[in-house]
Structures are given as C-alpha cells and as structure tokens.
C-alpha cells in the first residue's frame, strides 16, 4: 500500500489553483447539465425515439470509457493547461454543432437516420472526447497537492460539489430557458464551454518541464487497491444512468404535461438531486470526517431509499422527494468512492487513477441508458426497481468485502 508523497521539487504545491480547476469542471457539467432537463421535449420535437436518445448517450460514455485513463496521464506528462484548452474547445464546437443539428430538425429540414447518426457523432463522440478529459484532470490534480487523508477526502468532495452545483444551475437554467423555446439552452451551452476554455488559457498556469512526467503508469483495472471501489462505483452509476435519461419521461407520461411543462419539471427534479448532491459534499461530508468507507456505506442506504421512494406512481412531490434522497446519497457516496483509492497511490499513479475512475463512471452509461428506456417501454416501475435492487447490492458489497473492513490506521496518509 504506498503512501501519500511527502512534498518533493517534483509537486507543484505553490499556490494550488484548485478553484480554476474546480471551476473548469463545474463549467464542463453546467453545459451538460443545462441540457438535461430539454433532452426529452427535444427528442420528441426532432422526432428521435427514446431508445435512440439512450444510444446517443451511451456512445459518449463509450468515449469517455477508452479515453479517460489516456487523458489523465497525459494531464501529468502534457501538463494539464494544454489538455483542459483543447478539451473546452473540442466541447463547445460540438455543442454548435448539436444546436444547429436541433434546429434543422425541429424546422424539418434533416430528420431519419441521417440527423440521429449526425447527433450521436456530435453529442456522442465529439462531446464524450472532450468531456473525457476535464475530471481526471482535475481529480489528479487535487491528489497532487494535497497530503493528507481529511484533505484528500474534502478536496474530492469539493469536485463533487461542483458538479452538484452544476446540476442545480444546470437544472434551473436548462428549465428557465427552455421556457422562451428549446433553441435558448442549446445556444447558451456552448457560451458557457467557450467562456470556460477562455478562463484556462488566460488563467491558468503552465508547469515547468521539471513537473511533468515523461511516462506515467498506468494502473491496472484489477489492481487490488482498486477494484473493490470500482465494482461499488459502477453500482451505483449504473443505477443512477438506469433514470437519468428516463427521468423526463417518467415526469411527461406519469403526470400527463406538454413539452415545455415538462422540461420545468424535469429541471426541478435535477434541481433538487443537485441540492442533495452540492450539499452533501460542500456541508456534510466536511463536517463528518468520516472515512472513505464509512461514507460508502452511507451514501448508499440513504440513496436506496431514495430510489424506492420514486417506484410508486404517486404524486410528484414524491418523486422529487425521492431524487433528494438519491442526489444526498450519492454526495456522501462520491467522495469515500474517488478519495479511496487514490489515498493508496503514488503520486505517478494519480493521473491514471483518475482516468480509471472517470472510465468507470462513462462504462455505466454506456449500457444503463439504452437499457432504462427499454425497460422503461417494457413497464415503466420495472428502471426505477433494478436502481433500487443495484443499490442495494453495493450496500451489501461494501458491508461485507474486506477491503471496505480496513480499519483507517491502515491506511498510510504521510506528510
């Protein structure tokens, strides 16, 4: 098991500049986000299906899957300014690219085959390659300059955070938007990317040629150190990609709204999981001090009942009650998830630990959304039950392997 690094000339650690970090990624999920709550009216407007939708996202995640290790380590020997410049970039030209795409669409103009081959190669490859790029970057780089246990642990929370946080702006933005029509968000995202890539090429610092390695390891998906807290993520990732694109379905055909009403429901859902999420890892989990085992096995309960909430067809007050419960579970999940492992490697094994767990995260979506909204055709309880039933597995998993058993003296944290 090898410790955290005492410092070395190697480390940059004057002046960390976590928060431009942090601010990059909270920009990359605010564009995501903002498109979540109009993807659903937006499919039915251009005539997509909602199996086609699930395949869309699912080819992005196969993106981010084979290339998120490769862009963490070249984060370490390119350096991470050059990597986050072009990622922003790659992103915002994709998303023009989706918003002109949308706009023949809903005039008429492409439809069939040809517009969703169009949009999975912009929104599914471009963007998934772009978007590949921006957490392991900065995940790897909050391992760099932080030296012990309690900070690695906040310092991932704060990433979680912000993602948290994007969802909530995301959410209120993506509804408040689309309240003037869908082609308002879909201009306002690739603002926001371009502003983003301005921010780091202005902002950002460059290391020296001493700082950068010239080959990092890679680190190995069956690494022992590493697997466990994979195998518990891809649970839970794979349960919250399972709704996460059915999630305006279920609100457009359980309570029976039109397009528009329907992208402000969804966006309040998304709002109130990102509430869950920001303020489980901005408050709570700094508060708690808990170790990262602890905070697995906690964020998981909370975030199964959360899921069992959402399974009855009730009123919608319950639903949003229930995607509470499951954005607070996952915030306090998150960090034990991420802060784990990489508190068991090496300074040169940060980059492609957190390019495994970004990899980790993208391989859920790669399947979990094609098989929510087939399961959501099938029977529209039967997505939101198998989130639940995996939950509940990774509550079980996470109770009962050794490696979740380590008591935390265990667990080196030199400074």
Known sequence: MSPLKTPSPATPIKRPQVGLMLGAVFLVYLAQMTLNPIIAPLAREVGLAEWQVGVMISVAAICIMISSQFWGRKSLSWGRKPVLIGALTLAMLSMVAFALLAR??????LGGVGLFLL?????????GLAMAAVPPTAQAYIADVTETEEARV???????????IAMISGSIIGGLLAGFGLMVPLIFVPCVLAVGALLVLVLLRRESPRELLENPPHVRLWDSRVWPFLAAGFGMFTALGLIQVIAGFIIQDRFSLD??????????????SGIGLAGAQAVLVPRLGWHPHRLLRAGAAVALL??????????????????????L???LAMPGYVAG???????????????LIGANNAATFVLAPTIGTALYTLWPPLTLILSAVLMLAVLCFTSLHPRFRVIPAEVN???
């Open 413 to 415: 944290v030199e400074s």
């Open 259 to 272: 397009s528009r009403a329907t992208a402000v429901a969804t966006a309040a859902a998304f709002l109130v």
């Open 329 to 331: 579970g996952l915030g």
């Open 306 to 327: 959360g899921f069992a909430v959402m399974i009855p067809t009730a009123g919608i007050w319950l639903f949003l009650l229930g995607m509470l419960g499951v954005g």
């Open 104 to 109: 023949l669409g809903m005039a008429g103009i």
């Open 119 to 127: 949009l999975v190669l912009v929104r599914g490859v471009f963007f």
């Open 154 to 164: 906040r310092g991932m929370a704060g990433m979680g955070a912000v993602q948290g």
């Open 341 to 355: 492992p990489s508190l068991l490697m090496t300074r040169e094994e940060q980059g492609a630990m957190a390019g």
